[in-house]
């Protein structure tokens, strides 16, 4: 039997079911073709889908590659039949791999059915919806947080009723501009629908929660200083800087030291909310993460040690260093480890030596790598020095990055892609071809790892996934590794210089970590 659109929508629940959706087929992703083939949604995919059109907000916080696109993409097409214009926003690199992968998954959509991105530059834009004006505006519109946060309001006056928010991270904070644009497309008395979707809801720390929590259900606390009140331990210590005159002074600062009651922050998220572990729904090949301790050029080192032991000296002794100063200096210390030319010394940086090397091991001709890092110089640099490789380079929000997506995947001469965390570490879809991954450098949030790690390691994988980190001995790459391994989410900003200094100079533990996945 060939399932279809309506078969979804029936196992889910949900009527009234649209007349077209038994012409709908089902389609799925199939690794030993590598094609697209007739399939049925997994069982947690149905139960989140009836959790989607039950409910006027609701989330999935399902973990990477669980299939949460599916669920969002028969929620969007549901509510348009229905007659609620729908607006999906997700990062720009994700709008064409969303729209594209909607046309496959469901094949056969009535032709009536408008599905259009909303992009491109203020004219392009502008022309755009002259033409939506005179010809109607589409009933599913896909975008990124930037336009609709510019153009919340716009789309109101439209008819749209149903927001669908993708990787979601952005929504964690309510102190933002793009969270208030939710609420007020939401309106005052929350008429319209939500959708969140986001894999790592706890993506640095649990006050990240609050966030969801208000918009899924704002009834839950009375604002963040009930949340705070019920869930956060806080400490008032004094902390001491520098003012512009270079004269020391101290003022007070709230230091989160712990949470409690977890056990109800929890239920409060999930009141309206899911989430399903990967190893739950679906088996995977093997993932190994393998730590590579890698040995800094003994200049380099010299260099990296003096700038953090002068910069330290400006706090007296057992003083406390505050969260900008701390958060500058982490900042600092993890450019200066791949760059020993910012300490006007000619050696090359050890970390990209050792990533060229593994290059040359894993075979490129035949095998695809993806590879992360986090600055920016540290892209621009392996980009220009593995040309040889053809490299498809993913970095901040230009609209280019999309390009370079489908470069890496379909071109047979780009052989690597180099992707900063934050521009490329969420939604994509990389695992064809390719079973390695170099992180070139650490990064101090497990979230951002994992969801790095989860663009190869995802359903359609043939292989098992090998990630190779490559931790400098003797700096603060060390304790970003083990935050990682620990799965840390809790990373203090405001801490004593010993601490800081054991942090910048940290230590291999003695029994090494082989892998996050457990």
């Known amino acids: 039997m060939i399932y279809s659109l309506r078969n979804y929508y029936e196992e889910a629940g949900i009527s009234p079911v649209p007349e077209w959706a038994g012409d709908v087929t089902l ?7 590598g094609g697209m083939s007739p399939g049925r949604p997994r069982w947690h995919q149905v139960t989140g889908l009836s959790l989607l059109l039950k409910n006027t907000r609701s989330a999935l916080f399902d973990d990477m590659g669980s299939g949460k696109t599916l669920q969002m993409q028969a929620a969007a097409l549901w509510y348009a ?26 094949l056969g959509l009535p032709k009536w059915l408008k599905i259009e991105a909303y992009r491109g530059t203020v004219a392009q834009r502008n022309k755009l919806l002259a033409r939506w004006e005179k010809s109607g505006f589409p009933h599913i519109v896909v975008a990124t947080y930037e336009m609709f946060r510019k153009e ?16 979601c991270k952005l929504l964690s904070n309510p102190n933002t501009d793009t969270f208030l644009a939710v609420q007020t497309f939401l309106g ?54 520098q003012d512009r005159n270079g004269e020391t002074r101290s003022r007070s600062v709230d230091k989160i030291v712990g949470y409690r009651d977890k056990e109800k922050l929890f239920k409060n998220l999930y009141a309206q909310a899911r989430r399903v572990e990967t190893d739950e729904v679906q ?7 393998v730590p590579l301790s890698v040995e800094m050029h003994e200049k380099h080192a010299a260099a ?4 953090v032991d002068e910069r330290l000296l400006v706090f007296s002794d057992n003083s406390i260093v505050d969260g900008t100063n701390a958060s500058a200096l982490r900042q600092r210390c993890g450019k200066l480890i791949n760059s020993p030319e910012d300490f006007q010394l000619k050696c090359e940086a050890s970390n990209i030596l050792m990533a060229e090397q ?37 970095y901040g929000g230009g609209n280019n990055n999309e390009g370079e997506k489908n470069r890496f995947l379909n071109s047979p001469d780009c052989r690597v892609a180099i992707i900063n965390y934050e521009s490329g570490g969420v939604g994509l879809n990389l695992q064809k071809d390719c079973h390695n991954i170099i992180c070139v450098e650490t990064i101090g949030v497990p979230g951002a790892f994992m969801q790095a790690v989860k663009r190869v390691h995802r359903q359609g994988q043939k292989h098992h996934v090998t990630v190779y980190v490559l931790v400098a001995k003797g700096t603060l790459a060390v304790t970003q590794y083990r935050n990682m391994a620990d799965k840390k ?17 940290g230590e291999l533990p003695r029994k090494a970590v082989d892998t996050l996945a457990a």
């Not at 389609?27 to 073709?33: A, C, P, S």
């Not at 790592?200 to 009140?229: C, H, K, S």
């Not at 088996?283 to 993460?289: H, S, V």
Request: glycine share 4%; aromatic share 14%.
């Open 27 to 33: 389609q799925f992703y199939d690794k030993d073709t």
């Open 81 to 106: 039949d229905a007659g609620n214009k729908v607006i999906c926003v997700m990062p720009p690199i994700l709008i064409q791999q969303f729209i594209e992968s909607l046309h496959e998954t469901f």
């Open 152 to 167: 919340a309001c716009s789309f109101n006056s439209k008819g749209y009723e149903v927001l669908i928010a993708d990787e």
């Open 188 to 241: 005052e008395y929350g008429e319209r629908a939500l959708i969140l979707a986001n894999g790592t809801p706890a993506y640095n720390q649990l006050v990240d929660l609050y966030g969801y929590i208000e918009l899924l259900t704002p009834w839950a606390y009375r604002g963040i200083y009930d949340f705070y009140m019920q869930h956060v331990d806080v400490e008032q210590i004094s902390v001491s800087y």
């Open 283 to 289: 088996e995977l090949p093997d993932l190994n993460i």
């Open 304 to 307: 990296y040690k003096q700038f």
């Open 358 to 394: 593994l290059m040359e091991s894993i075979d490129v001709a035949n095998n695809k790598v993806v590879v992360f890092a986090y600055y920016r110089k540290t892209v621009e640099k392996l980009a220009e020095r593995w040309q040889k490789w053809k490299p498809a380079v993913i």
């Open 489 to 505: 989410d809790e990373i203090d900003q405001v801490v004593s210089k010993d601490k800081l200094r054991e942090e910048l100079f």
